[in-house]
């Protein structure tokens, strides 16, 4: 399964991600995102 994802690297989407990995590990994330002022790409660590 692949999924996209934009605004990967706020809040809202970072803890979807993180979320949604722990349940499908073995899906492909592609996250993409402008990386700006509201942005953290540790969230993602």
Sequence with gaps: ???LVTGGAGFIGSN???????KNPDAKIINLD?????SNI???N
């Design 16 to 22: 979807f991600l993180l979320y949604f990995f722990e």
């Design 34 to 38: 402008f990386l700006t002022y509201a």
């Design 42 to 44: 540790s969230n993602l």
């Design 1 to 3: 399964m692949y999924i």
